[in-house]
């Protein structure tokens, strides 16, 4: 090459180097400044009659229990129209007030769905079910700023917004599917809740939720794909359980890079383990065993050793909060699983909550900075 060739080659690629520079990585969390709890259930429970302890005994508010022993940020998730009743808007709204009223930071988690959106389950919202990509866009936006705004309009803007839950390979089922690589579909539902939030009000921030603290290679692959499809998100969100998602080593790794590589914060939106192995009612557990991953017994020693121990890789790998999974979902006859039946159901988590099965919180379990 001619040397005034590779000069020219040589500024070129300096200017764009400076006019397109790397996002940087966000400095590693001192401290974990969002100690969350997903408390979605309490409604129902306390609506049943349920009554919660605190670690001496006193009856109180779960809400003022759970702030004393560290939160201060909650989770609410919202269905479109619920057979139930609950985690609907009206609910939601209800809840946010309570939230707000004791000063604690609010997550909305937008499932887009009538019932449970998890990795292998994306059902759509029943008065969307015969809507393709281009309205289901509309129909996101719409949804999405109706919430954020009417939250927003009784004084409870909500601090944070999740777009879709545990989306590892889409939303809004078939359309919003990722098949065979092609993220087009679900990047376009994903912009439309972003925008949606950010115009209602600005300072929101979105995350994208994933349950991929399994593998790096897995979060790679969510996360480089939407990244591609230009999708803009503010906080990088990952479900993880020991017993389903491996070691805290991987945890560590998958927070890191994703934090690194992405340079957005982490936060691991779900997490939780059983203080123990026995069933409060027929329906089966949906954790099993006396200690399903090494080294945590089924107890509350071992449940909040192993609390203890998530919040300390994420603080050391960079993340910036936690959230546990329905501390407050306790054994509450009439209060199962299933939003079309809840009376003839039971709860599959009655041995993951952190209160036991009288409303008693485990009194070594706190969430710390």
Not at 115 to 140: E, F, M, N, R
Not at 230 to 236: A, E
Not at 246 to 257: A, E, K, R, Y
Not at 334 to 360: E, K, L, R
Request: net charge neutral.
């Amino acid at each position: 090459m001619p040397a005034y060739g590779l000069r020219k080659t040589l500024l070129t690629l300096a200017a764009l180097l400076v006019i397109v520079p790397l996002t940087p990585a966000p400095a590693a969390a001192a401290t974990l400044t969002m100690r969350g709890a997903d408390i979605s259930s309490v409604q129902r429970s306390l609506d049943l009659g349920a009554t919660y302890y605190n670690a001496a005994g006193t009856a109180a508010d779960p809400l003022d229990i759970l702030t004393g022993v560290g939160v201060n940020y909650v989770r609410l998730r919202i269905w479109n129209n619920p057979a139930s009743g609950y985690n609907n808007k009206a609910k939601v709204l209800a809840h946010a007030r309570a939230v707000k009223a004791r000063g604690l930071g609010l997550m909305i988690d937008f499932h887009y769905s009538d019932t449970w959106a998890d990795p292998g389950k994306q059902y759509k919202p029943a008065a969307w079910a015969s809507h393709g990509i281009g309205q289901l866009q509309t129909d996101v936006y719409n949804y999405t700023y109706d919430i954020c705004t009417s939250l927003k309009a009784q004084g409870t803007t909500p601090d944070s917004v999740q777009i879709g839950n545990e989306i590892n390979v889409g939303m809004l089922w078939n359309d919003g599917r990722v098949v065979n690589n092609d993220f087009t579909n679900l990047s376009l539902l994903l912009k439309a809740g972003y925008n949606a939030t950010k115009a209602c009000n600005g300072g929101t921030q979105v995350i994208i939720h994933t349950a991929n603290a399994n593998s790096q290679a897995n979060a790679r692959w969510f996360y480089d794909g939407i990244r591609a499809k230009g999708v803009p998100w503010d906080i990088t969100g990952l479900s993880y359980y020991c017993m389903w998602h491996g070691s805290l080593s991987t945890l560590s790794t998958v927070i890191n890079d994703t934090r690194t590589r992405y340079g957005k914060p982490v936060v691991v939106a779900e997490t939780a383990y059983p203080f123990t192995a026995a069933n409060a009612d027929s329906e089966a557990n949906a954790v099993n065993g006396t200690a399903p991953c090494s080294g945590y017994p089924a107890t509350w020693a071992g449940q909040a050793s192993n609390f203890t121990a998530v919040q300390n890789t994420a603080r050391s790998a960079g993340a910036i909060g936690f959230f546990y999974w329905e501390p407050t979902w306790y054994a509450v006859p009439g209060h199962g699983w299933d939003p079309a039946n809840m009376n003839g159901t039971g709860n599959q988590w009655d041995n993951m909550a952190t209160f036991n099965w009288t409303g008693s919180i485990n009194p070594g379990i706190r969430w710390t900075p």
